[in-house]
Nanobody, 122 residues
């Protein structure tokens, strides 16, 4: 089985910074795209940023220039540096990974973490 575990959320004032981490563990052969999504109260889950195994990144317009995604392939870990935070960034942030498990005949599958709360106060 494959699990994703996020860490690094918390309460921060507007203008502040946080760093989220997400480690994939279990019987992993390879990981493809990994990324972050978020869901604010009363809203649908939305893309924040993704990164390919080769390092190509994609960001939502609302976070471009403020958030930076990176990954460590050897550790199957993806990071999200959040800077210049705004109250509207408040949400539960979910880690996502497109992962091929060892001995799997199902190919690459999508896995999700449990989420970590980020709250930005004004």
């Amino acid at each position: 089985q494959v699990q994703l575990a996020e860490s690094g959320g918390g309460l921060v004032q507007a203008g502040g910074s946080l760093r989220l981490s997400c480690a994939a563990s279990g019987s992993i052969f390879s990981s493809n795209v990994m990324g972050w999504y978020r869901q604010a109260p009363g809203k649908q889950r939305e893309l924040v940023a993704t990164i390919t195994r080769g390092g190509r990144t994609n960001y939502a317009d609302s976070v471009k220039g403020r958030f930076t995604i990176s990954r460590d392939n050897a550790k199957n870990t993806v990071y999200l540096q959040l800077s210049s935070l705004k109250p509207e960034d408040t949400a539960v942030y979910y880690c996502y990974g497109n992962i091929l498990a060892l001995y799997s005949d199902s190919g690459y599958l999508d896995y999700w973490g449990q989420g970590t709360q980020v709250t930005v106060s004004s």
